[in-house]
């Protein structure tokens, strides 16, 4: 595909300046060393420098041209020489300052298209992330300025018929792991950035970034922007949709001429020229050099609520489907009130039917008693039972457009984790206009309580889609960690605690380096920046650092790693009770509770040897081969616990399973008389039963969370968990199918398993 180019001259090149070039030259390099390792500067201040090389370019935009040159040279010596480790880093920044400087020559585009082009050629995540930017570059050189409206459009929700998509960051803390300090902070900045920036602000700077790269030369922007900053808000709207309506009308044409385009730009800027502008403020006439992208529109939430993440959702919608699809979905909004929502879906084999009733409002055709009608009389009138309607074949099909993984029922050939936004096209394009970034702080705990809020929204969307046709969405992971969390286990011979706070962030910060660089760094960084005294310059919008980072977080990772969640179903000593079933996401720590020493010492009153620790159980599991087969294995031993984690220690076995970690009693003879060590055993199991067959109860710690502790357990089953859509119409399908039949009707074609989906810059870089 060929790079499509303007038939206008072009901008006029940007002024050389060796003193700027060579200092962004200097922190291009540093950026490059810092992915190595090799900087100076602490590990806490990771993640400064590409804050800082940004911040750079903000304040004057017009230097942008300079630095998108060094990022190419950089670039295309990274692809020469075989350092694959800078390429996406590089790119994500060339993009970044692309998206906002004025003025890049076409001869400067073309070079990163073709770059992007050979991208194409490697293997996942570059051909990937290649493919991405291409399409990007090439619909920008269509319709300059086109990345820059749509962008700012869709963050500050900027209301206009030709481009009706809208996203929102829905920032979630857990107010049980963060301390008040560090929400306050937070929120400070949030409403900082907000204060700083309004509609009208917003809608000149679309209006200005694209005259000026649409018009090129012929833009005065010196006069433009004082004929802006002069005209009142319903002109700067109504200036705006037609802004906008041109480029999108290009946009969707990209066999258009660029005269064309050029041509309705030109109509709208002669006409704000020719209005008569009196009251024009002088001082304005300095200008600026650019237009800095705004924070997005981020929304700040303490989660107390289980049900939250749902509620935030729906009335994120509500507004916007009002306005957009009022008539339509007025009754259908109303019948989906908070308060009214049914129970959870409870497994596979409940099913939810609605009933149609044939009942014609009619009397005489009301069934009488049987006592008065007659035999000859009675089959005809006999009144049916409601007939039990499914649901559409349109709305289970919808389900596969926010499918966990894309894949049908049958297992992948490999078990390696998957990462790349691979999802399934559905069959019927069903248009998604609203995107809901949501992003959650704090350690592995607040995972386990998204995991859980989001296992409750596929299991109400597997009842009835409502979310998932109107709505996208986005999880994105910032740790923050301030205290250490408190250890599930006290027992003396249980199994060494080295278990980290932040165990996934540190192994998505292996994966993705530029993760680890923009991200982990805010791990102690936000505590540190909550304590500090408030100074003049906090206020400053150009100081926020955490509000920066966040936004270039969510706009720039757009690689999904996948994480597959699991369920354990927790027998209890008590056989009264119901068996419990829970979700987990990084870990389960299983320990041997506490001996009634009581009626052991009777037994061992006269007997001079030393009790032995723990308990005999009974493991029972399918072990994971490197050939993707699976082998049942059972093991009987004596343990004291185990741990099981979902997240691989390292990305050389990543393998989508469990690794069990049991700690083993072994007994041994020696001098003294008979003892006993304690032996670690590592299995590597795709689903695994303990049982105790003592009957000694344990305690089941999940998540490394105290709030998730259960006692008095004799038995557990742990397996991977089933996506909800496929549980139910794998129900559904069982009732018509033939017994032993599997994955039948739409089952087969949807995923079986629940993976939790985070976002990266990268995903996983082989």
């Known amino acids: ?35 190595d390792g090799h900087h100076p500067a602490f590990q806490s201040e990771r993640g400064m420098l ?14 942008g041209v300079l630095l998108v040159k060094i990022l190419v040279k950089e670039l295309e010596r990274a692809e020469r020489c075989g350092y694959r480790q800078y390429i996406i ?11 906002q400087a004025p003025g890049v020559p076409d001869a400067l585009y073309e070079r990163v298209y073709d770059f992007c082009k050979k991208l194409l050629t490697l293997p996942k995540p570059y051909c990937t992330i290649g493919l991405h930017y291409a399409r990007q570059l090439k619909l920008e050189r269509t319709v300059p300025g086109i990345l820059y409206q749509r962008l700012v ?8 018929d030709s481009f009706p998509y809208q996203q929102k960051v829905f920032m979630f803390a857990d107010p049980d792991l963060l301390s008040e300090a560090v929400c306050r902070a937070i929120a400070t900045e949030i409403k900082t950035a907000r204060t700083s920036q309004g509609t009208r602000s917003c ?64 109509k709208i800027y002669s006409t704000l020229l020719t209005t008569e502008n009196k009251g024009v403020d002088e001082a304005a006439a300095e200008g600026s050099s650019g237009n800095p992208l705004p924070n997005p529109n981020i929304s700040f939430h303490l989660w107390t609520d289980e049900d939250q993440l749902w509620k935030e959702l729906v009335l994120f919608l509500r507004p916007q489907s009002q306005s957009c699809e009022e008539d339509s979905l007025s009754q259908v909004l109303d019948s989906f009130e908070i308060q009214e929502m049914g129970p959870d879906y409870d497994g596979c084999e409940q099913a939810r039917f609605s009933v149609l009733s044939t009942d014609s409002g009619i009397e005489r055709d009301l069934p009488m008693p049987d006592d008065e009608v007659p035999e000859a009389e009675r089959s005809r009138l006999q009144r049916k039972g409601g007939i039990k309607k499914r649901v559409s074949t349109l709305d289970c099909l919808s389900l596969l457009q926010t499918g966990s993984n894309g894949q049908g029922a049958k297992p992948a050939g490999k078990l390696h984790r998957k990462c790349g936004s691979s999802v399934m096209e559905p069959i019927a394009q069903l248009k998604r206009l609203h995107t809901a970034q949501v992003l959650v702080l704090g350690d592995d705990r607040v995972l386990a309580r998204l995991v859980q809020a989001y296992y409750s929204l596929r299991k109400r969307e597997s009842r009835r889609a409502y979310l998932t046709p109107r709505l996208k969405v986005q999880f994105y992971y910032v740790p ?3 205290e250490q969390p408190t250890s599930c286990s006290t027992e003396e011979y249980a199994l060494p605690n080295q278990t980290e706070p932040c165990e996934l962030a540190a192994y998505l910060g292996r994966v993705d380096p530029w993760y680890e660089s923009n991200v982990n760094t805010l791990c102690h960084m936000i505590p540190k920046l909550a304590t500090m005294p408030s100074t003049p310059s906090k206020s400053s919008v150009s100081e926020l650092f955490i509000i920066d980072v966040i936004a270039y977080y969510v706009r720039l990772g757009l690689q999904p790693v996948y994480f597959q969640v699991y369920t354990a179903k927790l027998f209890f000593k008590n056989q009264g009770l119901e068996p419990a079933e829970d979700i987990f996401l990084i870990e389960l720590h299983v320990t041997l509770e506490e001996s009634d020493p009581s009626r052991d010492n009777l037994l061992m009153k006269k007997k001079t040897t030393v009790e032995v620790p723990g308990a005999d159980v009974t493991l029972v599991y399918k072990k994971v081969l490197l050939s993707n087969r699976e082998k049942e294995e059972t093991a009987s031993l004596r343990s004291t616990g185990l741990v099981m984690k979902a997240i691989p220690s390292n990305e050389i076995e990543d393998l989508v399973c469990l690794n069990v970690n049991v700690a083993e009693i072994v007994k041994t003879a020696n001098l003294s008389g008979r003892s006993y060590s304690l032996v670690t055993n590592k299995i590597q199991a795709r689903n695994i039963k ?27 089953e742990v397996s991977p968990c089933l996506e909800p859509s496929y549980c139910l119409q794998k129900t559904r399908a069982r009732q018509t199918s033939l017994p032993g039949d599997e994955d039948v009707g739409l089952a087969k074609y949807l995923p079986k398993s629940l993976l939790l989906p985070i976002n990266t810059f990268a995903g996983i870089i082989q």
């Open 153 to 160: 459009s869709a963050e500050q929700s900027l209301k206009n």
């Open 690 to 716: 303990m049982q105790s067959t003592e009957h000694r109860s344990f305690t089941v710690c999940l998540d490394k969370d105290s709030r998730r502790i259960y006692k008095n357990v004799i038995g557990i």
């Open 89 to 99: 880093p590089l790119l994500h920044t060339l993009m970044y300052t692309l998206v």
């Open 203 to 266: 809608m000149i700077g679309v209006i200005e970034h694209t005259l000026r790269e649409g018009l090129k030369e012929h833009c005065d922007l010196r006069t433009l922007q004082k004929i802006l900053q002069a005209k009142p808000l319903d002109v700067i709207e109504h200036c705006f949709k037609q802004v906008v309506a041109a480029m999108e009308h290009a946009g969707r044409d990209m066999n258009a001429e660029y005269n064309q385009y050029a041509e309705e730009l030109e």
């Open 50 to 63: 590409r804050w800082t090389l940004h911040k750079k370019i903000e304040r004057n935009l017009s230097n």
């Open 1 to 35: 595909m060929a790079m499509p180019t303007t038939t206008s001259s072009g901008s006029s090149p940007a002024v050389e300046n060796p003193e700027v070039e060579s200092d962004f030259l200097r922190s291009v390099h540093a950026l490059l060393r810092e992915l």
């Open 480 to 482: 923050v960690m301030e």
